[in-house]
């Protein structure tokens, strides 16, 4: 099945500089990566999430890029604001729609101020 | 709307005693799935069901069951709770064609 790994475990910036999460996936067959968002005591929400057939997307300050080849995906934040620090999750699925995410263990973001 | 909600939101439970937890969605959302979180491991996937009266399992579903009567309704029982059991657990929902899962707001359980 699929397996999801996710680096670093923790990561600390400071205010106004970049982040950069990164994730590898096993299956070739996976085509679905969302990123989900957890602060504090709340629940996972999606931030941004990619298909396959898109290589690169953009939503205001995050963005997540994808190669296929390599099996990796990567979760840019840019001009990091306090309110950023949560714990961010990678996710990957296959093309059914019965199969579910695998989750990666999950980023620990802290920004400085 | 009241989204996904679940049912309660903290629980301390002795070794052996049994509980079930409800996670209920007002979405009319066909999946639903039950996740449980520890510190550094991520969201592992116990059970899920695509729709009304099915279940499957996930990556972690031993000593757990669950069952999907109600389309609205998912029940995650655990028969004879371990102090491995002592988790936080997430429900969490999505329609058919759309990929995004809506979660509910988490169940602390502590076993001892």
């Known amino acids: 099945g699929e397996n999801v790994e996710q680096h670093p475990s923790t990561l600390s910036v400071q205010e106004g500089d970049s982040a950069v999460i990164k994730c590898t996936y096993s299956?070739?067959?996976?085509?679905?990566f969302p990123w989900y968002k957890q602060e504090l005591g709340k629940r996972p929400q999606l931030i941004i999430d990619?298909?396959?057939?898109?290589g690169e997307k953009k939503d205001q300050r995050i963005a997540v890029t994808l190669n296929k080849t390599a099996k990796h995906f990567s979760l840019h934040i840019t001009e990091t604001q306090p309110e950023d620090s949560a714990v961010y999750f990678c996710?990957?699925?296959?093309?059914?729609?019965?199969?579910?995410?695998?989750f990666g263990k999950g980023t620990r973001l802290s920004v400085i101020a | 709307n009241a989204g996904v909600t679940q049912t309660p939101k903290f629980r301390v439970l002795k070794t052996g005693q049994s509980m079930t937890l409800l996670c209920a969605q007002d979405?009319?959302?066909?999946?639903m799935y039950w996740y449980r979180q520890d510190p550094g491991m991520g969201l592992r996937l116990i059970h899920y069901?695509?729709?009304?009266?099915?279940?499957a399992k996930g990556e972690v579903p031993d000593g757990y069951n669950v069952s999907r009567l109600k389309k609205q309704n998912f029940l995650l029982g655990l028969e004879s709770a371990a102090p491995s059991q002592t988790s936080v657990y997430f429900c969490?929902?999505?329609?058919?064609?759309?990929?995004?899962?809506?979660f509910g707001p988490g169940t602390r359980l502590t076993v001892t």
């Open positions: 969490a929902s999505r329609p058919t064609g759309v990929e995004e899962q809506y």
């Open positions: 299956d070739s067959a996976s085509n679905y």
């Open positions: 990619i298909r396959s057939n898109v």
């Open positions: 996710a990957a699925s296959a093309p059914s729609g019965n199969t579910p995410l695998v």
């Open positions: 979405m009319n959302h066909e999946y």
């Open positions: 069901s695509v729709g009304e009266g099915t279940t």
